[in-house]
């Protein structure tokens, strides 16, 4: 037989100490499952999403072999002529796309104006079996829609779509619905010109498909024709403009996944804490198997054996879980988890099962890894002395040395300031998870030097857990390792949600000064206001000033989604109050180039600093601005750039606005001004909003951003105080004999009780604070480090104290309880069996 | 079979202790011996440096042809696991496995199929007077019958040497003496040679020989003759 198959034998004779104690295997397993079952579903509804995402993008952009993008704003007609003409291609066809405001709708349609011709020449396939359906767009004013946006305006063929185009509503006629798999997401197909005329973008396009000629090189037409498209708009493959929208969410996906990996992580521990008192429990009989003739490897590789079958069943449980949090995600939350990305899509759950086996093999290694330590001094102990009672304290007695923690926790802390790679916070994950370990390899001689320390007459029960604590520090760090790994995780997640909210409270306080707000229609680029618009609302009555904001998206680099640029009149006196600014450079220099002030964002991204001059592509032309100021904007997330209104209508001459702020006279009814502006024409398209409405509507979109994270947070707090009671629980369990043994002397039932509950206690409140001053540190990381990295947020440190408080608590509770619950347990064997029980 | 030559032991410490001084015996094959001696005097180490579980300051354990101490700790398991049976004073069966599981556990370490692991172990407990409790739980057993089942284990693997640290010191005198000829016989009946440590001189008597281990090192002992003394 081989050492394999004996290794198998013992791994079920060992699994089958489970037997008794059920419980424990079972919070290793769920710690694992968790982990991967999280992991995994976040993974499997981003792939989904993106997947399905890409695939409407490809859908519309058919088989060109590159794609010339002029964003929101677009380039002139005549350039389309340009490239047509030009001998590497062998088709162009013109496109125009917008999201559109429709009427009574909050959320933009999107409008593909194609020629059909042309477009069925690049794309033969474009609507599958109902490609005939394509010509119907030629019809006056027509729009073919998708399923999808059929079934969201709940229009049908012959129904009519208005449209708001400035402000005024546009009939457009469903000429034709498309099958369910012709068109992804929310489309509506009109024709070219339709969409010039009817959006108001006559004599320009934003989009262009290009088909080659057959053995043109593609990289090379691209770099020629490039050169010949204006300022601001990109010619890439299609697929490139996919993955930049799949780059939109990869920062959020990929923080998902990393507190995925720290409900893992709980797990992980969860497995050690497990194993390590199961190996301390159990050292006399890993004894006799040494004596008996298993060899240390042997040994080691019994107790790793045990931990993969742990792994086994947590990473199977897991996958299991991670379809159906995926499917139920999906069907309740949205593709997006919460982000705001892949508006419209509506996916089905695909099958990822190269995936699922990744977060199989990294539950089982979380599980290995987990086990390793308690493997290696099973394996390392001597066996004669382990043969004997009272031996179990020699356990761990190596963990005990101090300098791997702390030399863990420098490179922890001097990985914190390594950069950001590929636009992730590896480095800062990295450094979590150095501080977390160092940290917890400290825990031991923590509570050596602690406990050591707590003298002085005490009732006899407190002094007996003093003793117990002092006495066995081996089982107590093992019991503090569990702790302060999952409390502190707790604290510190708390601590950066905390910190983000308030933050994000405080900024909407400082961006929304003025009375009252409206804008068009949201990610709408149809609606505007004219200028004869903006005279009508200033000189509605009880207004005392309106400041008017054109925004728009612009393309600084083509591998990145858009910037938004905010063209708003701007006052020096007022600035610091208007604009949360972080920095800026205090008094404007006069003369060229104008002044720019740039979000966090754009100055992360794009490497600007105060001083930096950068070109911003207006309206064809490149604009020069010199960064004034940098400021603070949780709003857009890739980055946002405030310019003087005044030097972007000289540079572009679109004095059309987007964006109002209105401050009402003293006395004036807010709902009076609200009427009047909805009575003006076009002001029924309006969202007009006060303050208290944004700053609650926002913080609204805030928890529901971080829903998925509170729910992944409430798991790792879940799993580590599950894991906290299972390993205080099982120390109790163990010490039977000893109980029986203080029975025989003469303590009560009710000593013994108070003195487990005085253990579990002084457990509790030195892991949890220890628990409170690592999960600071680790927030310091996820604030400075991971979010600024991720999602280039600055902001400032909040403490919870009232959660942190309930959650100290509830810890200190939940040990005291626990030990209570075990004790019972424990002494329900009655002292004389107990005494005679032979391990 | 076995040979003991000058062996010494001691343990570090604030207070280093010699335990074992210049201490030397031969035991043949089929040879059944008693080693007694006060409490704290080494016997238990004796066993230990025997089994290759310590290893010795100086001196030599030749054991079948094997210098224990020229050997590395995977050698010395394979040599226990192959040709040693142990039986201990706290019976040490596994709590979670049954008897015939427990009993046939030397017999999986060698990685010998299933079913003649479960034909052995039956026989086995059958020899110790334990027939069709083969399913049953080690709490469902007395002490006496645990140290039974000790016996059956550690002579599944038929060793050439079955070592006993204090096999009736948890057993009351009936158990003892039921146990001690249980050993005597099996051992004898599998033609090994046995050492069994003790400081019960009713047990030592169920030995072949009886050395008393001292400081002095280990001297042979005759019980009628210090009895007539």
């Known amino acids: 037989m081989s050492a394999f198959a004996v290794l198998a034998r013992l791994t079920g004779l060992a699994v089958a100490h489970h037997r008794d104690h059920p419980g424990r295997l079972l919070t290793s397993v769920l710690g694992i499952a968790l982990g991967v079952g999280l992991g995994l579903a976040v993974h499997l509804v981003n792939r989904t999403a993106v997947n399905e995402f890409t695939l409407a993008v490809r859908n519309v952009a058919g088989e060109a072999d590159l794609q010339a993008w002029g964003g929101r704003a677009g380039f002139p007609e005549s350039t389309f002529a340009e490239i047509a003409r030009l001998p590497q291609v062998a088709v162009a066809s013109p496109v125009i796309e917008a999201d559109v405001a429709v009427a009574g709708r909050e959320e933009p349609l999107k409008v593909l104006g194609i020629d059909p011709f042309r477009a069925l020449v690049i794309q033969p396939g474009l609507l599958g079996a109902a490609t005939g359906e394509a010509f119907k767009v030629l019809e006056p004013d027509a729009v073919v829609l998708s399923a999808s946006a059929s079934a969201w305006l709940r229009a049908r063929e012959g129904d009519v779509v208005e449209i708001v185009v400035g402000l005024e509503r546009v009939p457009m006629h469903v000429v034709s619905v498309l099958p369910e798999d012709a068109l992804r997401g929310r489309v509506a197909l009109t024709d070219v010109g339709t969409a010039q005329w009817r959006l108001a973008r006559l ?68 497995v050690f804490s497990t194993q390590a008192l199961e190996a301390t429990r159990r050292r006399t009989e890993h004894a006799l198997l040494r004596v008996l003739g298993l060899t240390r490897r042997g040994l080691l590789a019994l107790v790793l054996a045990e931990g993969v079958v742990l792994g ?34 509506k996916p089905d759950l695909q099958p990822a099962p190269i995936a699922a086996m990744v977060f199989f093999l990294i539950g089982i290694a979380v599980a290995v890894v987990g086990s390793f330590l308690p493997a290696l001094d099973a394996a390392q102990s001597a066996p004669a002395p382990a043969l004997k009672a009272g031996d179990q304290e020699r356990a761990f007695a190596r963990v005990r040395k101090v300098w791997p923690g702390v030399a863990l926790a420098t490179a922890g802390a001097g990985a914190a300031f390594a950069p950001p790679v590929a636009g992730i916070p590896v480095f800062g994950y990295a450094s979590i998870a150095l501080l977390l370990i160092g940290a917890v390899l400290l825990m031991p001689r923590l509570a050596s030097f602690i406990f050591e320390r707590l003298d002085g007459n005490r009732a006899v029960p407190v002094e007996l857990a003093l003793a117990q604590l002092r006495g066995a520090p081996g089982q107590a760090a093992v019991s503090l390792a569990a702790i302060v790994a999952s409390f502190s995780l707790m604290v510190a997640m708390a601590i950066m949600v905390a910190s983000f909210r308030q933050s994000v409270a405080d900024w909407l306080d400082s961006v929304l000064p003025a009375d009252l707000y409206f804008r068009t229609p949201l990610g709408s680029d149809s609606v505007s206001l004219a200028p004869q618009d903006e005279a009508r609302l200033a000189e509605l009555p009880g207004i005392a000033r309106a400041e008017f904001t054109r925004n728009l998206r612009v393309i600084l680099d083509p591998a990145r989604p ?19 600014l972080v920095r800026d450079v205090g008094t404007l220099q006069e003369g060229t180039p104008p002044p720019a002030w740039v979000s966090e964002a754009v100055a992360d991204i794009y490497r600007l600093d105060l001083g930096s001059v950068f070109e911003l592509p207006l309206a064809g032309s490149r604009a020069k601005f010199r960064v004034a100021g940098i400021w603070r904007d ?61 700053r609650s509507v926002s913080l609204k979109v805030f928890d529901r951003s971080f829903a998925v994270t509170y729910a992944l947070e409430a798991v790792a707090v879940l799993v580590g105080l599950f894991g906290l009671s299972s390993s205080l629980g099982a120390i109790v369990l163990a010490r039977r004999r000893e109980f029986g043994m203080l029975r025989h002397v003469g303590m009560t039932r009710r000593q013994i009780v108070a003195m487990l509950c005085a253990e579990g206690t002084l457990l ?48 200190v509770a939940l040990a005291a309880l626990t030990a209570y619950v075990s004790g019972r347990e424990a002494m329900s064997v009655g002292a004389v069996r107990a005494v005679r029980e032979d391990w | 079979m076995l040979s003991v030559r000058a062996l010494t032991k001691s343990f570090p410490g604030p207070r280093p202790r010699t335990v074992l001084a210049d201490v030397s015996f031969d035991l043949a094959a089929g040879e059944y011996i008693a080693i007694m001696g006060e409490s704290g005097v080494g016997k238990s180490t004796l066993l230990n440096l025997i089994a290759g579980l310590e290893p010795s300051d100086g001196g030599t354990v030749l054991f079948d042809g094997d210098d224990l101490g020229a050997l590395d700790d995977d050698r010395l398991t394979l040599i226990r696991r192959d040709k040693m049976g142990f039986v201990f004073q706290a019976f040490h069966v596994l709590p979670h496995l049954t008897l015939e599981q427990n009993v046939a556990l030397p017999l999986v370490l060698r990685g010998r199929p299933g079913s003649e692991c479960a034909q052995r172990a039956r026989r086995a407990l059958a020899e110790v007077g334990l027939a069709g409790r083969e399913p049953s739980w080690p709490r469902e057993l007395s002490g ?41 016989s099996r051992i004898r009946a599998r033609g090994a040679a046995g050492i069994l440590v003790t400081h019960s001189r009713v047990a030592a008597s169920s030995a072949d020989k009886v050395f008393m281990l001292g400081r002095a090192g280990l001297r042979p002992l005759a019980l009628g003759a210090e009895a007539e003394e």
């Open chain 1, 203 to 270: 004599g320009s396009l934003n989009r262009i498909d290009l088909r080659l000629r057959p053995g043109v090189d593609v990289e090379t037409a691209r770099r020629s024709i490039a050169g010949r498209l204006p300022p601001g708009t990109s010619l890439e493959p299609p697929q490139a403009r996919a993955e930049t929208s799949a780059n939109l969410s990869r920062s959020y996906r990929v923080n998902l996944n990393v507190l995925a990996l720290v409900a893992l992580f709980t797990g992980g521990f969860l």
């Open chain 1, 312 to 345: 086994i069943l947590g990473s199977a449980l897991g996958v299991a879980l991670a379809y159906l949090l995926a499917w139920g995600a999906l069907t309740f939350v949205g593709a997006d988890l919460g982000a705001g990305h892949f508006r419209g899509v």
């Open chain 1, 562 to 580: 858009p910037v938004v640029v905010l063209a708003r009149p701007l006052r020096a006196a007022d600035l610091s109050r208007t604009l949360p």
């Open chain 1, 634 to 694: 949780y709003a857009r997330m890739h980055g946002a750039i405030v310019i003087e209104r005044e030097t972007y209508i000289g540079i572009t001459g679109d004095r059309s606005a987007n964006d109002v702020a209105m401050w009402l006279v003293p006395g004036t009814s807010v709902a009076a001004v609200k009427e009047a502006i909805r009575a003006l024409p076009g002001g029924d398209v309006l969202q007009i909003a006060d303050p208290g409405e944004i």
């Open chain 1, 764 to 811: 509790a409140v030195l892991g949890a604070v220890a628990g409170l001053a690592l999960g600071w540190v680790i927030s310091l990381v996820l604030i400075h480090v991971v979010n600024r990295q991720s999602f280039h947020w600055g902001m400032e440190m909040h403490l919870p104290w009232l959660f942190l408080l309930a959650l100290t608590l509830l810890l």
């Open chain 2, 144 to 184: 006496g019958e645990l140290q039974r089942v000790a016996i059956a284990r550690a002579l599944i693997g038929e060793p050439k040497l079955v070592l006993a640290d204090e096999p009736t010191g948890n057993l009351d005198p009936d158990n003892a003496t039921l146990v001690l000829d249980l050993l005597r």
